[in-house]
T-cell receptor
């Protein structure tokens, strides 16, 4: 059973296109995240959602819009893709609330290449 | 501004040796310090974590040493194995805010 899954695993697209990445977790966690890992492997948080509510929104261009239809899903939509958006995007989840565990479970990543 | 610094950037260790990765942080409000391990093509996975009220935590071959006054912590991998070859990230977070700040990572290669 995959705990945190992402689709697609690879995404190659041209500049100016709009694309989406989907994420699902079956751990029953209440908090989900999107991270960007650049070519130097630097990991930076983009967004976090707790029970479908946006909690963290880092200085990310507003071309990036997360959507959480329920607490098990957090999708990332990117408009007008640019070359600099090329990276690996990771979804993650963790449990907060009354019984908190700060461990974050990461998905396998989506490698986005913008040409 | 890099809130969590990590060194070295890369490390080559012989099988059976000790791998040591060092990290330093600036924000004294951080209260949870995890280490994540990432294999090529995979997402990071939690390896071990420590709270600042503890100076050392050991799990198997992995030990975190924590120096609160110096705002430094380190990961020691004893009896390093080729299967330990991966990228290691130290991190810090303020649990009330739930935002993890990752260090830039250390690429570890354990050679036979």
């Amino acid at each position: 059973d995959t705990a945190v899954s992402q689709t697609p695993k690879y995404l190659v697209t041209q500049m100016g296109n709009d694309k989406s990445i989907k994420c699902e977790q079956n751990l029953g966690h209440d908090t989900m995240y999107w991270y960007k890992q650049d070519s130097k492997k630097f990991l930076k948080i983009m967004f976090s959602y707790n029970n479908k509510e946006l909690i963290i929104n880092e200085t990310v261009p507003n071309r990036f819009s997360p959507k959480s239809p329920d607490k098990a899903h957090l999708n990332l939509h990117i408009n007008s893709l640019e070359l600099g958006d090329s990276a690996v995007y990771f979804c993650a989840s963790s449990q907060h609330g009354l019984v908190a565990s700060y461990e974050q479970y990461f998905g396998p990543g989506t490698r986005l290449t913008v040409t | 501004q890099q809130q969590v610094k990590q060194s070295p950037q890369s490390l080559i260790v012989q099988k059976g040796g000790i791998s040591i990765i060092n990290c330093a942080y600036e924000n004294t409000a951080f209260d949870y310090f995890p280490w994540y391990q990432q294999f090529p093509g995979k997402g990071p996975a939690l390896l071990i974590a420590i709270r600042p009220d503890v100076s050392e935590k050991k799990e198997g071959r992995f030990t975190i040493s924590f120096n609160k006054s110096a705002k430094q912590f380190s990961l020691h991998i004893m009896d390093s194995q080729p299967g330990d070859s991966a990228t290691y990230f130290c991190a810090a977070m303020k649990t009330s805010y739930d935002k993890v700040i990752f260090g830039p990572g250390t690429s570890l290669s354990v050679i036979p």
